[in-house]
């Protein structure tokens, strides 16, 4: 298995564009973890799915911020519109089973100038 | 309080010896915990899990767990120059799994 796949590894873009995060978790995988991680605060859980159903967004900033998961191999993070401040690495991580360990992407790093 | 708590550091450790790294979490409930390691750049990759009180060794690695006291803490025995990264405990409480800041270690020649 290729483990989890994020596209784009880069982004850079202006203020108030929309930008979208996509993530391939590991096949057979039934759970799907969104985190942002900076500097100052670490790594954040945003979001998370079970079986493609969002369980838990209460780390999700603020509304401009979303999250679809419409199967079992593909969810987006959508951030609309964009600003500075959240410029920061996003990982998409997956695991088997309810309290198992997690494997992560490579991240996206996002640079909203 | 956090929920996930760990020294910043950084803990700088001569080669050969043992790191020490602590972490402690608020919730009760929490059921299976992890130590991460991410290099600078790269993406956390794991390193241990343990579910049980006690101690849980994987060659050079020993996580430890005290479920009464709310901690875990990992060692590195013979740490190498190559374990210098930044060690992120994970706690997992149901399907949430919340990372801690993360203990950065430096292991000098």
């Not at chain 2, 700088?12 to 409930?29: F, H, K, M, Q, W």
């Not at chain 2, 130590?35 to 849980?56: A, T």
């Not at chain 2, 190498?80 to 292991?107: E, H, I, M, W």
Request: aromatic share 10%; glycine share 8%.
């Amino acid at each position: 298995d290729a483990g989890v796949i994020q596209s784009p590894r880069h982004e850079v873009t202006e203020m108030g564009q929309e930008v979208t995060l996509r993530c391939k978790p590991i096949s057979g995988h039934d759970y799907l973890f969104w985190y942002r991680q900076t500097m100052m605060r670490g790594l954040e859980l945003l979001i998370y799915f079970n079986n493609n159903v969002p369980i838990d967004d209460s780390g999700m900033p603020e509304d401009r911020f979303s999250a679809k998961m419409p199967n079992a191999s593909f969810s987006t993070l959508k951030i609309q519109p964009s600003e500075p401040r959240d410029s920061a690495v996003y990982f998409c991580a997956s695991s088997p089973k309810r309290g198992a360990k997690a494997f992560f992407g490579q991240g996206t790093r996002l640079t909203v100038v | 309080q956090k929920e996930v708590e760990q020294n910043s550091g950084p803990l700088s450790v001569p080669e050969g010896a043992i790191a020490s790294l602590n972490c402690t979490y608020s919730d009760r409930g929490s059921q299976s915990f992890f130590w991460y390691r991410q290099y600078s750049g790269k993406s956390p990759e794991l390193i241990m899990f343990i579910y049980s009180n006690g101690d849980k060794e994987d060659g050079r690695f020993t996580a430890q767990l005290n479920k009464a006291s709310q901690y875990v803490s990992l060692l590195i025995r013979d740490s190498q120059p190559s374990d210098s990264a930044t060690y992120l405990c994970a706690v997992a409480a149901g399907n949430k799994l919340t990372f801690g800041g993360g203990t950065r270690v430096l292991v000098k020649p």
